[in-house]
């Protein structure tokens, strides 16, 4: 797994949450071997809202998403599924031919 720096910010419940992430992380960059690293912050925003950042690194290309919900669980899996669809998207346009154009000599 590449190294991916997570940091929580004034989050009590945030030790649970982040070793829960931990696998499903592991999971997402099984899928997408060509993540080198990344970052994830988890931090209060206001007394009922947590928001996740979720930084990808790859060799061409730098993902960034975020999530915000009143629950911790749900902001994490919502900046995870949003994390996957992009990747998704990235090796769509990457699998797909590009046009050549040929001038006459």
Do not use: C, W
Request: charged letters at 25%; aromatic letters at 2%.
């Amino acid at each position: 797994m590449p190294y991916i720096k997570i940091s929580t910010h004034d989050l009590a419940e945030a030790d649970t949450d982040v070793r829960r992430l931990e696998r499903e992380l592991a999971h997402l960059t099984a899928r997408h071997p060509a993540i080198t690293s990344g970052r994830l912050q988890l931090a209060r925003t206001a007394a009922e809202r947590v928001e996740a950042r979720l930084e990808l690194f790859l060799p061409t290309h730098h993902v960034i998403v975020n999530a915000a919900d009143n629950a911790t669980q749900t902001a994490l899996h919502a900046v995870l599924l949003r994390a996957a669809t992009e990747l998704r998207h990235l090796g769509r346009r990457a699998a797909a031919p590009r046009p050549v154009r040929l001038k006459a000599a």
